[in-house]
């Protein structure tokens, strides 16, 4: 899929089908969060598969929605370590290329919000200087998308977001 039509057709997707993620394409998704840039490359992520039940548990009871966890079927908990002044926004980065990868092989994902941090790190094991920053989910949709049936700008002209002329300014 061309870039412009990835990032302007992908929706986050809450509905998942129950077909399994082949093993080859979870490691695709994995290595394009491990590819992201990161200020001075410091990597400061941690992507933590979360995969046993217990586990899914916790997540689940640690986000806002925990139907976007036990309905997946994949989950990643995108965790960043201490070593300098932009790991949320690398670690962003980072789930972002994770989405979009995912996107571009027809996978919808989700980015979890947490509520319950401190719950989470201790079921995942997180160290106490690191931070839980998104749950991930994937998931092959329930009803079939088809990015390539709308060009790019028609994408984004049927974007519920604000109008670029409100979120751009020249200086």
């Not at 925990?66 to 079927?73: H, K, N, W």
């Not at 980065?93 to 401190?118: F, H, K, V, Y």
């Not at 690191?130 to 060009?151: D, Q, Y």
Request: aromatic share 6%.
């Amino acid at each position: 899929m061309e870039t412009r039509l990835a990032i302007t057709s992908r929706r986050d997707g809450r509905r998942y089908s129950d077909e399994p993620i082949p093993a080859e394409m979870i490691g695709r998704i994995l290595d394009a969060g491990r590819l992201a840039g990161s200020a001075r490359n410091h990597q400061p992520w941690e992507f933590i598969l979360i995969e046993s039940e217990a586990a899914r548990g916790a997540a689940a009871g640690a986000v806002y929605r925990s139907e976007l966890i036990t309905g997946a079927a994949l989950v990643i908990a995108v965790v960043a370590h201490p070593s300098g002044n932009l790991i949320d926004f690398d670690a962003g980065r980072a789930a972002q290329n994770m989405m979009l990868t995912a996107w571009d092989a027809g996978i919808d994902s989700c980015p979890n919000g947490i509520a319950a941090p401190e719950s989470l790190a201790r079921a995942l094991n997180i160290p106490p200087d690191a931070k839980p920053l998104v749950v991930l989910s994937f998931g092959f949709p329930t009803t079939p998308r088809t990015p390539e049936k709308r060009a790019p700008e028609e994408w984004s002209r049927r974007a519920r977001r604000r109008p670029l002329s409100e979120v751009a300014r020249r200086v």
